[in-house]
C-alpha cells in the first residue's frame, strides 16, 4: 500500500506564502510524475502544477508566476511553495503520483495515488 502525506497547509492572509510537502510511505514504487491538485467548496477538482520527472513542469494559468513545485523523484516527494496567495485560492489541496506512462499528466484519471488533501484557507 501506498501512502502520500501532505503537510504545510494553514490559514494566511492574502498576499502571503505556504509551503506544500507531500511524501509517499509504504510499498516501494517508481512515479513517473507528481503533482498537486486543489477542490473548492462547490468546484471540480483542479489541476495546480506537476512535475514530469526529468521532462518538464506544467503550472495552471492562475497561479503560474506565484508557485512554484519542486521535488526529489527518488524519495517520491514533492513540494509546492506557494507565493502572493489569494482568497480565491482557499481549497483543499491533493497531492498526488502517477506510476503509469502518460502524454500528459494534467488529468485526475493520469495519477494513481493521492493524498488525504491538505487545507488551505487564505483571508482578504
Known amino acids: 500500500q501506498v501512502q502520500l502525506v501532505e503537510s504545510g497547509g494553514g490559514l494566511v492572509q492574502a498576499g502571503g506564502s505556504l509551503r506544500l510537502s507531500c511524501a509517499a510511505s509504504g510499498r516501494t514504487f517508481s512515479s513517473y510524475a507528481m503533482g498537486w491538485f486543489r477542490q473548492a467548496p462547490g468546484k471540480e477538482r483542479e489541476i495546480v502544477a506537476r512535475i514530469n520527472w526529468g521532462v518538464n513542469t506544467y503550472y495552471g494559468p492562475s497561479v503560474k508566476g506565484r508557485f512554484t513545485i519542486s521535488g526529489d523523484s527518488g524519495k517520491n516527494t514533492v513540494y509546492l511553495q506557494m507565493n502572493s496567495l489569494k482568497p480565491e485560492e482557499t481549497a483543499v489541496y491533493y497531492c498526488?503520483?502517477?506510476?503509469?506512462?502518460?502524454?500528459?499528466?494534467?488529468?485526475?484519471?493520469?495519477?494513481?495515488?493521492w493524498g488525504q488533501g491538505t487545507q488551505v484557507t487564505v483571508s482578504s
Open positions: 498526488a503520483a502517477a506510476s503509469r506512462w502518460s502524454t500528459w499528466y494534467d488529468r485526475d484519471r493520469d495519477y494513481d495515488y
